[in-house]
């Protein structure tokens, strides 16, 4: 009897479902808890303790996030929202605007351009080369080159022009002639001011600036470096020693060249070995030559002032490559030009002065 009823025991236990096999065996700790359908009981709390735990260690983890703010749902933090897209502007609560950057060079440099009732004056800052900036600032290109040209008698107009220094020129309406041509530096130092005017029935540039009475000695001819000085030298295309009987001036191919002093063309052509060369007398016995040209302004007979083009620099003769080749000769003998002293007169007549700064003075006061 009591081993057939051992038996249905055991033959109802192996009829039960694993799950209540496993209900009977010692219950570990899981995860996996449905506390809606689990009883009240010891496994409920469990479950519910560690869904809390979980749901505190994601928001702690979570970026841009935090659990102290009682926005942490809505508001992310201003600094991960600036990482991930500058672009995204931030509220007044958040971070103050980006400030708005300043204003270019250029875009302050607009030209100045004012009038009287027979001329114009321009003004305006060089951003884009010298030229262009005039060409933008709605001047003709034939004015600009008269502006470039008159300045080319004093500086270099390629390399001594710099950012943001200022044209300033004055054009005659009638006429439509420069009557007044400057630069001035940004740095300040070295302006050029020029103005037309008839000196003994010639017409030319004069200089406003640091008075009116020329130098006593000679100016440069070209805006450059001596490669070659006064005395014998071993001659780089003839290679043997030669007496060299002036100074050369390394300047580049088609470099205004100037007259050193005031005087006559008393020669302008080809000359041999010298190439296309000028000649100019300055009284006294007192003559300068410039020499291998690649092209002549001045004529014979013409005369010239201290700082008028007369041509342009070349490489015409005998010569290894773009030069001025300047000598100065004293009753046909030649002497070093760097010790030439010369006596001249006032560019403008003492006469002339007083009317001479009136006009300089008025073409200054020109939307000023």
Same mark, same amino acid.
């Given at each position: ?159 001594d022009i710099a950012p943001y220094d200022r044209f300033d020129l004055v054009i005659a309406k009638g006429s439509g002639q420069l009557l007044y041509a400057a630069v001035h530096h940004a740095e300040g130092g070295g302006d050029v001011e020029l103005l037309k005017w008839n000196e003994d029935g010639h017409t030319d540039w ?81 003559? %300068?030559?410039?020499?291998?040209? =690649?092209?002549?302004? !001045? ?6 002032? &201290?700082? @008028?083009? *007369? /041509? ?31 006596? %001249?007169?006032?560019?403008?007549? =003492?006469?002339?002065? !007083? ?6 003075? &008025?073409? @200054?006061? *020109? /939307?000023?």
């Open positions: 009897m009591r081993s057939s009823a051992r038996a249905a025991v055991a033959r109802r236990v192996r009829a039960r479902p694993a799950a209540l096999v496993m209900g009977q065996q010692k219950q570990g700790f899981s995860f996996i808890v449905d506390l809606t359908a689990e009883p009240i009981g010891l496994r409920w709390f469990r479950g519910a303790a560690t869904l809390a735990g979980l749901c505190a260690a994601s928001l702690a983890l979570s970026p841009g996030l935090s659990s102290l703010s009682p926005k942490i749902s809505l508001v992310p933090a201003p600094a991960a929202q600036f990482q991930m897209n500058p672009m995204l502007g931030a509220s007044p609560d958040d971070s103050p605007p980006p400030p708005r950057p300043a204003l270019s060079p250029e875009q302050m440099a607009k030209p100045v351009i004012a009038q009287t009732a027979d001329a114009v004056r321009v003004q305006g800052a060089v951003t884009d080369g010298l030229y262009w900036s005039i060409r933008d600032a709605g001047v003709s290109p034939q004015i600009t080159a008269d502006y470039l040209h008159a300045l080319s008698t004093r500086i270099d107009v390629g390399s004069f200089d406003g600036t640091a008075g009116q009475t020329q130098s006593s000695g000679l100016m440069a001819p070209v805006a450059g470096h001596i490669t070659s000085g006064f005395g014998m030298r071993y001659h780089p295309i003839l290679h043997y020693e030669r007496f060299h009987a002036g100074l050369d001036f390394g300047a580049p191919y088609g470099s205004p060249i100037v007259a050193a002093a005031n005087g006559q063309v008393v020669a302008a052509g080809w000359a041999g070995g010298y190439g296309h060369e000028v000649q100019i007398a300055h009284g006294g016995g007192v003559l %300068t030559l410039y020499g291998h040209m =690649s092209g002549i302004v !001045a004529q014979p007979g013409e005369k010239v002032r &201290q700082g @008028q083009v *007369i /041509g342009y620099v070349g490489s015409t003769g005998l010569s290894t490559g773009p030069h001025l080749h300047f000598e100065v000769r004293v009753d046909g003998r030649a002497v070093n030009p760097l010790d030439v002293k010369l006596q %001249t007169r006032s560019a403008v007549s =003492s006469a002339d002065e !007083a009317a001479f700064k009136a006009r300089l003075k &008025q073409m @200054q006061a *020109i /939307g000023a």
